[in-house]
């Protein structure tokens, strides 16, 4: 099932189904059929799965679930249709961070639009306090800086070192997302700083392959062909 999965053969998926499969059948990092559909994009995959009974919450180890995988992925489609599923759109991984938090972070505005069309918190943060909005000013993602500004995100949240999306957009010198940030700034007041900042860095989850034993940060396959999972 993981295997047809990953690369989409819906129908071996269907005749596995048919056969009897497991569809919450996970490997040892906590990883289903429907994650795996979710990470590779294959919707009519994760449509079948879906169909099947298979649980949209389901979660690896580090509580990535389905929805926050597309969302890291950028898969809006496959996203769409786990929402319509009734996939809970606050769903936090280990680390704090939700689907909107890594949509914003990769800079998928199709996905951070659908997220808040779904309600997404714009100020849910990360575990150190940075929130969408910050993370994607930091990565240069005007875009999405414009989105979450529109849809009404604090533009003077402040995280645990102190700073503020204005510090992070300065830091890394793009000034068209300083404007913007600046544009929505109460004019009184006076949050941004001249700390040194550090910049949060994207996680890469090595994990080892459960069928050849390397490690990788790949999410689709590793070099023997198993599928090798964050």
């Known amino acids: 099932m993981h295997f047809a999965s990953v690369t989409g053969h819906s129908d071996v998926v269907s ?39 298979a649980n949209v919450e389901a979660a690896a180890n580090d509580g990535c679930t389905p929805l ?44 951070v639009s659908l997220l808040i069309s779904n309600g997404a918190n714009l100020e849910a943060a990360q575990k ?13 993602h005007s875009d999405v800086v414009s989105l979450l500004i529109s849809n009404g995100a604090n533009v003077e949240a402040v995280n645990k070192f102190g700073h503020t999306a204005v510090d992070a957009a300065t830091h890394f010198g793009y000034s068209d997302i300083i404007s913007m940030l600046k544009g929505s700034v ?18 890469k989850r090595v994990k080892k392959c459960e069928f050849c034993g390397k490690e990788s940060t790949s999410m689709l396959k590793c070099a023997c062909l198993a599928v090798a999972y964050w």
């Open 186 to 203: 109460d004019p009184t007041s006076n949050t941004t700083n001249e700390l040194a900042m550090v910049k949060v860095k994207k996680t």
């Open 128 to 140: 150190d306090g940075c929130t969408p909005l910050y993370v994607a000013s930091q990565n240069g």
């Open 68 to 111: 926050y995988i597309a969302s890291t992925e950028g898969h809006s489609d496959v996203a769409s249709l786990l929402l319509s599923n009734r996939a809970n759109v606050e769903a936090a991984a280990n680390d704090g961070c939700t689907p909107l938090y890594v949509a914003s972070q990769n800079g998928h505005s199709d996905v």
């Open 15 to 53: 005749l596995l189904i048919s056969n009897g499969a497991n569809v919450e059948a996970a490997t040892n990092s906590g990883v289903t059929a429907l994650y795996i559909a979710s990470v590779t994009g294959h919707s009519d995959v994760l449509s079948l799965l879906i169909s099947s009974g």
